[in-house]
C-alpha cells in the first residue's frame, strides 16, 4: 500500500502558503509548491526536502492545465490539493475601476474555477481528494475598502458551497478555508488596525489539522468568524452605523 501523501498548494512563495507549505513538509508530507515567484519557491525548498517547487502563474490556464499533467506523467496521487494564492487591492468607493475587480477576479477567483476544471478528470481518476479552498471572512459580509476583494471572496465561498455535494460524489471533498487576519506580505500593507491577527504559522497549522480532520469550514481564528458572522446579520442600519465608526 502507498502511504505517501502529497500535497499540491499554490501561493506558496510567501505568507499562509509558504508556512502551510513547510509545515506539511515537517509532518512527512511531500509538498509541489507553487507561485510565480520561482526563487522564493527555491528558497523555501531549501528549507525542507520534501518541498518540491512547481512554479506557475494561476491566472495562466495553459500553465495550470500543464502542471496537472505533469501529476498525471509522473503517477503522482494528490492526496489534498490547497488552492491559496490571492491578492487584495483596497477600493476607495468613491473611485471605482473596473480593471481592479477584473484583476482581483482572475486571481482570486477564476484561477481556483481554471484548477477545478483541470484537476478534475484527475483526482476523479485517481479515486478522490480533499480540495481546499482558501478564501477569506471578508466573504462573509460587505467592509469598507474591501469592495472587490470581498466580492471574489463572496463568490468563492458561494461556489464551493454550491459545489460540495456534486463533487462529492466522486470523491473529491471541499474544504472552505476561511482565514482572519492572518500576518503575512499581504496584511503588511494594511494600516488600519487588524484584531485577533495570528501568525502564518499557527493559520498552517489551523489549515493542517481542519483539512486532516475532513471539515468543510476551517476558520481561524474563530472570534474573527463568528464577530463578522454576527454583524452580517445585525439589521442593516445599525450595520452601517456600526460600520462608519473607527475602530
Ligand atoms: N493574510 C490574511 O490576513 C488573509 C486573510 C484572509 C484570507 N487570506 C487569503 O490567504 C491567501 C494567502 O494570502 P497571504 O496573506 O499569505 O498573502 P501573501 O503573503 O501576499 O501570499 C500570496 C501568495 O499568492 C501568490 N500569488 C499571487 N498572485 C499569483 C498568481 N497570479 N499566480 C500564482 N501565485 C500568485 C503569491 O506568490 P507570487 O507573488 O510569487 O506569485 C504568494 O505566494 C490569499 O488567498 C488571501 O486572500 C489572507
Known amino acids: 500500500m502507498n502511504l505517501e501523501k502529497t500535497l499540491w498548494i499554490t501561493g506558496a512563495s510567501s505568507g499562509i502558503g509558504e508556512a502551510t507549505a513547510l509545515y506539511y513538509a515537517q509532518q512527512g508530507w511531500t509538498v509541489y509548491a507553487s507561485a510565480r515567484r520561482a526563487e522564493a519557491l527555491q528558497a523555501l525548498a531549501a528549507k525542507h526536502s520534501g518541498i518540491k517547487p512547481l512554479p506557475l502563474d494561476v491566472t495562466d490556464t495553459a500553465a495550470l492545465a500543464a502542471a496537472v499533467e505533469h501529476f498525471r506523467e509522473n503517477g503522482i496521487r494528490l492526496t489534498q490539493v490547497v488552492l491559496n494564492a490571492g491578492t487584495h487591492t483596497p477600493v476607495d468607493g468613491r473611485k471605482i475601476d473596473v480593471k481592479v475587480f477584473r484583476s482581483l477576479f482572475e486571481v482570486n477567483f477564476f484561477s481556483v474555477v481554471n484548477a477545478l476544471e483541470a484537476l478534475y478528470p484527475l483526482l476523479h481518476h485517481q479515486g478522490g481528494a480533499r480540495v481546499g479552498i482558501v478564501s477569506s471572512v471578508a466573504g462573509l459580509t460587505g467592509l469598507p475598502s474591501s469592495s472587490a476583494y470581498g466580492a471574489t471572496k463572496a463568490a468563492l465561498n458561494n461556489m464551493t458551497e454550491a459545489l460540495r455535494n456534486d463533487m462529492a460524489q466522486d470523491g473529491i471533498q471541499l474544504s472552505l ?14 494600516d488600519f488596525p487588524m484584531p485577533w491577527m495570528i501568525s502564518a504559522e499557527k493559520a498552517a497549522e489551523s489549515i493542517f489539522k481542519g483539512m486532516d480532520a475532513g471539515r468543510f469550514i476551517i476558520t481561524f481564528p474563530r472570534r474573527m468568524y463568528w464577530a463578522l458572522r454576527i454583524l452580517s446579520f445585525l439589521p442593516k442600519k445599525l450595520y452601517f452605523r456600526l460600520l462608519s465608526r473607527p475602530l
Open 177 to 190: 478555508i476561511l482565514p482572519g487576519f492572518v500576518k503575512t506580505p499581504l496584511t503588511d500593507k494594511n
